[in-house]
């Protein structure tokens, strides 16, 4: 048995005697301390109703006999609560509460309401590289610890970084029943995933929920998802993806969530502060008016005390009115009058708060100051007091009134916007704030002459947009892929003591360009290529948004005075709009008063005849207005033009070496797998590269889609709202392990080639170079096929470039290997340019007849066969066939050595008869050197200079042989005689 110390035992004997004489001071209960509860639901569905003693408030007595209680399926109608206690029916609920019968409501997010849950994670495996290259996590602070959604008040929000935070909720539902939620998510950098499971951990919410839909900057979406009966377990969860580490995201904002299919409500819920309750039986609370407040429970509003107190809708609290400051008002102009006056007015925000009586405060500034109107903007006109765009066929400079364009000339219209005394047509402010709080005006832009800005006095967390809407573009349905449809201008400034951000997008959430912190007076021009209708946006927001709430999440006002500043706005080549000037139509081209019948495709207008001419052959339109023959481009080396649309390859190639290629073989979709990756905060992901190299011009382009947005809902062409077509495409693709989802989750589809620039082989093809990569061997690659992607972003301003290399390997059989630069990540460095280096035995020349060998076999019974052997690497299409031929008397090689023999003798004999003669020539000079000597012994004569015995070259011989006469001196002989022994004659 084992020893007890006599300590513990005498602790454990002092717990019991103080439990014993706790229990002795309680009172024995009565029946007025007990209360009604029901039991745990039995299998058939019900329960009893049963009286408990309330915990430590007494003890023994005689509770009533248990009872049958309501069915577990019951519940009471939205307003109502059940009366445990009494007669177990529904009863309305009492002013100053609300019910929703059998759901409950969140929207009061102070703290995190009682049931939730909060977790965060990262994903982590060091067989993972990050997007910028760095190898495993260990070099990367991954604690996601301190990411998690945060009360805020009006909502809850996630925080806004890049780790995976989940809000969760779990309910047990007695009937079925539905989760409807309110939230906000504007960052394409941002997966929100919503998911229900059940106590097993099977999702089983439909697909269309999971992925709800990106809301425009201030716009509030409501979902709503069917439950099923038994428990639901429901997630909340964002995830970043953005893969620069330096980069910050935007929170998902949840304001409201709401069940039902819950158990009974057996009693109501107290209105939160700042709402209100009048009558019995209200599913939800009033908010208080301005100028009231309430708090938890009321049943009506308090007016604020005296005149000195101010409260905005839904206040908990009146609070004393500050000082007038210049932010509590703001400045306007009047329309112009009939003297083209305008009168400058100043007018308090409102609703009012500050005082003018207090120390220090500033009074409104004296209204009616009159000014000369500035001139109506390009293409507008001076009318009624207000400036309008000039009917169709005329045109105004802004400063007169609009006149009629000439003949065969049609407007050129647009959008110009330089002067600011009214809003402009097409064009709309908004702010934005998180909840109903935050702006100092409804539409926060304020116009300001000569420019118009984003206004003062707004909290720091609002969005202010300005949004332009274009609602089409003229003569652009027979241009190419490439041709500008036409392009944004505009000026502006940032007065910012913060980090100030504008925004400049397109559409949606396209983000071309943005501008951070003060910046001077600055142009920007950017040109689409879409005839789409589409909406330009600036969106200005004066910090961080984590930056814009204290730590118990109230709203800061510290940037109140940072501003955006817009001077002018241009929008060329659109379909509404005025014009500036007129410009020619095509000789006997129709005009409707607003454009001129466009040229047929492929057609430009030659300004020197005003006709219009077709372009050149293998050229392509690049302009919305095809002026001259500059407007057609000629397509680039190796490809040809469809129609004048576009360029592309049908897979067929020939070199200026005579090198021909066809990768016919290699046409149609490819995919490719990326490298593994992480983000900054270490969620798993990859690419997924989609691409077509050459074919048919009609059947020229992949598909990139998003699961994750939209509900995955395809349109008519099976792109969603978010996927791309192009003829290469990315897409981001996050494993199943990292999305609890089940499946693979893709998202930020991009174009990396719209169009096909160029297919050589020289490794430096304009702004291309292909020599930046090679394969391990250092190989760069025989021919190359240069793409371009037109859409130009942020991150590439320039648009985004694709190199693919082809490599010759006859060991790879079928489509090859398509393989990415060791040096390089998924093929690129800067996420702008991309190499990838196809490996294919079809990426070898088809083989010429200077590839092969010639070899000749012996003959054999009088014929001879010549073969051709491949020498060269090189795809066979046609082998040359094996030649035939009669064999010669002699061997070929034999009468290679007769034919030399015969050669040499002929030389030699010549080089005899050449020294023969020379021989002889030398022979008759000695002999008339011989004989003057002798002449000049007898008769003392001097002998001439050597150089003078010699004949001349032209002067013949006279005599064939030479002979001496007796009387010569011996002293002659001996001469003669050694001369002949030099030239080998001895005579004997």
């Not at 309680?26 to 029946?31: G, I, V």
């Not at 003959?859 to 009669?886: L, S």
């Not at 023969?916 to 000079?925: D, Q, S």
Request: aromatic share 10%.
């Amino acid at each position: 048995m084992a020893f007890i110390p006599k300590a513990w035992l005498l602790l454990v004997a002092l717990i019991v005697c103080i439990l014993v004489a706790s229990s002795a001071d309680l009172s024995t209960c009565k029946p007025q301390d007990f209360h009604y509860e029901f039991t745990e639901c039995d299998p058939k569905g019900g329960r009893w109703r049963v009286q408990v003693p309330t915990p430590g408030a007494c003890k023994g007595g005689t509770p009533k006999p248990p009872v049958r209680g309501k069915e577990c399926s019951f519940s009471c109608e939205s307003g109502q609560f059940l009366d445990v206690q009494g007669d177990q029916e529904c009863h309305p609920c009492p002013t100053g509460t609300y019910s929703l019968g059998g759901g409950v409501r969140f929207e009061n997010w102070d703290d995190v309401p009682e049931g939730f849950q909060l977790a965060s994670d990262s994903v982590q495996d060091s067989e993972w590289d990050y997007w910028d290259g760095s190898k495993g996590p260990a070099d990367v602070d991954l604690n996601c610890t301190q990411s998690a959604w945060l009360p805020r008040g009006a909502f809850i929000s996630s925080t806004p970084d890049l780790c995976s935070q989940s809000l969760i909720f779990s309910a047990k539902l007695v009937k079925p029943g539905k989760v409807t939620y309110t939230y906000q998510h504007t960052d394409t950098n941002v997966l929100f995933n919503f998911l229900v499971q059940n106590d097993e951990c099977r999702s089983y919410a439909d697909t269309t929920y999971k992925w709800p839909r990106r809301t425009e900057t201030g716009e509030w979406s409501t979902v709503e998802v069917p439950l099923k009966t038994g428990q639901n377990i429901i997630y909340w969860k964002t995830m970043g993806i953005i893969f620069d580490r330096q980069q910050s995201t935007k929170p998902v904002l949840i304001k409201r969530i709401e069940l039902t299919g819950v158990a009974y409500t057996s009693e109501c819920t107290a209105c939160s502060n700042g709402t209100y309750a009048d009558v019995e039986g209200m599913t939800e609370c009033r908010a208080c008016a301005a100028d009231t407040f309430a708090v938890r429970g009321a049943r009506e509003c308090t007016p604020c005390g005296s005149d000195k107190e101010y409260a905005v809708v839904g206040s908990s609290a009146c609070l004393a009115r500050p000082p007038c400051t210049m932010r509590d008002y703001f400045q306007t102009h009047t329309a112009c009058d009939e003297n083209k006056e305008t009168q400058i007015m100043y007018q308090w925000i409102k609703p009012k708060v500050c005082l003018e009586d207090l120390e220090g405060a500033v009074h409104l500034p004296a209204s009616g100051v009159k000014t000369s109107c500035p001139p109506c903007n390009l293409g507008m006109y001076y009318t009624n007091s207000t400036c309008e765009f000039c009917p169709p066929n005329t045109f105004s400079n802004g400063n007169q009134p609009c006149r009629p364009c000439q003949a065969s000339t049609t407007p050129d219209r647009g959008l110009s916007y330089k002067w600011w005394n009214t809003m402009p047509p097409f064009l709309t402010a908004d702010c934005f704030p998180n909840d109903d709080t935050g702006c100092a005006t409804p539409t926060g832009w304020q116009l300001a002459g000569d420019h118009i800005h984003s206004g003062t006095g707004h909290a720091d967390d609002v969005y202010l947009v300005l949004s332009l809407t274009v609602s089409g573009f003229r003569s652009v349905t027979q241009l190419g892929t490439k041709a500008e449809v036409g392009r944004v201008t505009f000026e502006f400034e940032l007065q910012c003591t913060s980090d100030c951000i504008l925004f400049f997008i397109k559409d949606k959430d396209m983000v071309i360009k943005s501008w951070t912190g003060d910046t001077k007076t600055t142009h920007f021009s950017y040109v689409f290529y879409s005839d789409k209708p589409t909406i330009f946006r600036w969106a200005f927001t004066k910090t961080q948004w984590d930056k814009a709430f204290t730590i118990t999440g109230k709203k800061k006002y510290d940037f109140a005075d940072d501003m955006a500043i817009i001077r002018s706005i241009a929008v060329t080549n659109t379909k509404d709009g005025g014009a500036s000037a007129c410009k020619p139509c095509p000789l006997g081209s129709p005009n409707d008063g607003n454009s001129c019948i466009p040229c047929p495709a492929g057609n430009y207008i030659d300004t020197k005849t005003s006709k219009c001419k077709e372009c050149p052959s293998n050229t392509v339109v690049q302009e919305s207005n095809p002026y001259d023959l500059k407007s057609c481009e000629k397509c680039g080396s190796g490809t040809r033009a469809k129609d004048h649309q576009f360029c592309y390859s049908d897979c067929k190639l020939t070199l200026p070496n005579q090198q021909t290629f066809d990768f016919s073989a290699l046409q149609g979709w490819h995919s490719m797998r990326g490298s593994n990756l992480f983000t900054g905060s270490g969620t798993a992901f990859y690419h997924s590269f989609n691409l077509s190299l050459c074919g048919s011009p009609d059947d020229y382009s992949v598909i990139c889609t998003n699961n994750a947005t939209s509900g995955g809902v395809l349109e008519d062409d099976g792109v969603n709202e978010d996927g791309v077509k192009a003829a290469i495409c990315r897409t981001t693709v996050i494993p199943s392990s990292s999305t609890d989802g089940g499946h693979a989750l893709t998202a930020q589809s991009v174009s990396l080639g719209d169009h096909l620039v160029a297919v050589t082989n020289e490794t430096l093809y304009e702004k291309f170079n292909a020599e930046l990569t090679s394969l391990a061997n250092g190989d760069t690659g025989t021919v190359h096929f240069y793409f371009h992607s037109l859409s130009s972003t942020q991150a590439c301003p320039d648009g985004r470039n694709t190199i693919i290399s082809m490599h010759c390997n006859l060991t790879y059989t079928g489509k090859g290997a398509i393989l990415m630069p060791a040096s390089y990540l998924d093929g690129t460095s800067d996420g702008c340019t991309f190499h990838f280096h196809w490996v294919s035995m079809y990426s070898c020349p088809i083989c010429a007849e200077s590839d092969y060998a010639v070899v000749m076999e012996q003959c054999k019974k009088g014929v001879q066969n010549t073969h051709y052997i491949k020498a060269k690497k090189c795809i066979e299409v046609t082998k040359p066939a094996m030649k035939t031929q009669e064999c010669r008397m002699l061997p070929f090689e034999i009468q290679l050595v007769i034919a030399a023999a015969v050669f040499v003798a002929l030389i030699l004999c010549i080089l005899v008869v050449h020294f023969w003669k020379k021989n002889r020539k030398l022979e008759y000079k000695y002999s008339k050197l011989s004989q003057r000597q002798t002449h000049s012994e007898k008769e003392d004569i001097e002998l001439p200079a050597a150089e003078t015995c010699a004949i001349d070259d032209d002067e013949e011989e006279q005599y064939d042989s030479v002979e001496f006469s007796n009387s010569s001196s011996s002293t002659g002989k001996k001469l003669f005689n050694k001369l002949k022994a030099m030239t080998g004659k001895v005579r004997v």
